[in-house]
Structures are given as structure tokens and as C-alpha cells.
């Protein structure tokens, strides 16, 4: 098997290991508040990623830019799990890959030009969101959903300052930081929450392992490889399949099913991730998953 079929295939592990991870993450949460699921979760991925990547490569002239990403992701993930709280995995995913069609969106504020494709995404993923945010019933909008657009506005930034950064520093010596940094910061804020809790099941323990372990530290990896030998443009179609897979594994596990106008409403995003990432700024940009 050539190189780039084994990234091909590694990339497809990843993208259904993220998918899968929203409905792990929504069972979580009935043992542990979002914050202190973040703090365990991003603390031990970030140890794995300093043993296995960074250590070695650590530079100070990294902290600061990695303070920066770390304060991105510890807002983009605890806006997510937080929403997951109230709206469903497959909502979640899919709210979530909105921040991927707003990154060619705010670049034109940095004087990059917006392109066609990544334009025509901007208003499939708008007319999704609509659909899948504003209320159906009388009962009002989800409160979950909204801060799961919230966090999916931080992750386009995130996104937005990885390209700034990558021009000046490699991945290996950005990512094992930020990671341990955004649960540095979980582990600060835990006083704030006015109701912490914590029930330490076998489940939860399950959890954060498979995030930590396979969901950041794994995929960081593999991504980071695996963008070698893969065109920018197959690897985000590939990526575009996350919220596909956590829509099948939300049906799988806790039989959610969705609705038409869910359905629909998923249906732009999906169209407006494709057409950003395939037919915008050409790019392949970082996964942000759960």
C-alpha cells in the first residue's frame, strides 16, 4: 500500500475517531461538569504530546503564540461541551463544522479575497445554522445549540491564528503547548463553576482516555503526518465526514434520530463545508472535533 493511501485511510480513522467522540463526550457529562472534563481531558493529552512530540522541540519563543492558540481552544471546547449539555451529538458536529466555512469568511479582514466557493459555503452554512439553531416549537432556542456557535466562532478564529502561527513555527512545536495550556486553563477557572461535579465511573474514566489518547494526542499526530502525502483538497473532504459519522454513531448508541429540518439544515452545512474546503482558499485546514 503506497504512502498516501495509508494516510488516506489513517485520515478516515481520525475523522470517524472525532465523529464518535461527540456522542462519548454527551455520555460523560453525566459524571462530570464540562470544565472538569476539559481540565482531565487536555491535561493528559497534553503530557502525551510533550513525551511523544515536543520536549525536545519545546522553545520559549513558542509560549506565547501557544497561549494564544491554547486560550482559542479552551473557549472553542468548553462553549462546545457545554452546549452538549442541552443539544444532541449530531446538532453539536454539525454547529461544530460551521467554524470551517467562517475562516474564509473573516479572512477578507486580513486583505486575503474571499473566493467563490468559499463564499457559496458561507451561505449554505448560514441557511444550515438557521435551520438547525432557530426554534421549531414554541419552546424557543436551544440554549445548547447557541453555545455551541459560540464555540464554533472561537474555533474559526483558532483556525485563523494556526495559519498566522504556521508560518513562523512547525506544528510539533505549537501543538503539544496549546494542548496543555487549554487544560491548564480548565483546571485555573474549576473554582468559578458554581457547580462543579465529578462522579468517577469506568465510563467517564473510558472518556477521557479515548479523547485524550486517541481523539487529540492520536489524531494531532496522524493529522500532522498525514498531510504529507495527502492533497490539501482530499484530506478536507475526508475531514467534511465528522459530523456524518457522529450523526451515525449518535443513531447507533443513543438512537437519536433527526428530524427533517435537523436533517436539512445539516444537509447546507455539509454542502457549505465541502464547497469551503474543496472550492475556497484550497487549504486543508486543522480538524476541530470534540
Known sequence: MSKRSQAELLLILVTFIWGATFV??????????PLVFIAGRFTLAGLLLFLTLGWRKLNLRCLGPAAVLGTLLFLGYIFQTAGLIYTTPSKSAFITGFSVILVPV???LAGVRLR???????L????GIYLLVSPSTSRGINRGDWLTLVGAIAFAAYIVMVGVYARSY???QLAPAQILIAGILASVALPLHPHPYLNFTPGLAGAIAVTAVFATAFAFGV????QRYVPAAHAALIFALEPVFAALTSFWVINERLGV??????GFILAGM???EAWGDGEAHPRIGT
Do not use: C, H, T, Y
Open 24 to 33: 462519548i463526550v454527551k455520555e460523560a457529562l453525566k459524571d462530570a461538569s
Open 106 to 108: 473573516i479572512m477578507p
Open 116 to 122: 467563490p466557493g468559499s463564499a457559496a459555503g458561507a
Open 124 to 127: 449554505l452554512g448560514l441557511a
Open 170 to 172: 512547525s506544528f510539533i
Open 223 to 226: 493529522q500532522n503526518w498525514a
Open 261 to 266: 429540518r435537523v436533517l436539512i439544515g445539516s
Open 274 to 276: 465541502v464547497a469551503s
